[in-house]
Nanobody, 127 residues
Framework: HLDLVESGGGLVQPGGSLRLSCSGS????????IGWFRQVPGKDRKGVSC????????AYEDSVKGRFTIRRHRARNTVDLEMENLKPEDTGVYYC????????????????????WGQGTQVTVSS
């Protein structure tokens, strides 16, 4: 079983920045596609970004493109989501998850494709 732990959430003002981290319990983490998802109360989890296990394929949901950057740090079994110019609509609980399925620019980032999930970290963007 691969354990995933998210960290880095918090309260920031609009226009601020946060860096979220998804840490895997062992090096098999680097063999999986990692996705980031956001969930708000009463709504399904929505895909934000993903990065493939080989690191040459990644994707972003349209509303965060140009503001968020996903990066893999293989030496520490971690994928970061760097968030800049945060907006109130970015508020939610952010989850990372793993899958053996690919991450592709040609398909949406779907929660049903992912099989292993972290516990989530709260991001609140408010003035």
């Amino acid at each position: 079983h691969l354990d995933l732990v998210e960290s880095g959430g918090g309260l920031v003002q609009p226009g601020g920045s946060l860096r979220l981290s998804c840490s895997g319990s062992d090096s098999t983490f680097n063999d999986y596609t990692i996705g980031w998802f956001r969930q708000v109360p009463g709504k399904d989890r929505k895909g934000v970004s993903c990065i493939a296990h080989f690191g040459s394929r990644y994707a972003y949901e349209d509303s965060v493109k140009g503001r968020f950057t996903i990066r893999r740090h293989r030496a520490r079994n971690t994928v970061d989501l760097e968030m800049e110019n945060l907006k109130p609509e970015d508020t939610g609980v952010y989850y990372c998850a793993s899958t053996a399925n690919p991450c592709s620019r040609h398909y949406s980032i779907e929660a049903e494709e992912y099989e292993n999930w972290g516990q989530g970290t709260q991001v609140t963007v408010s003035s």
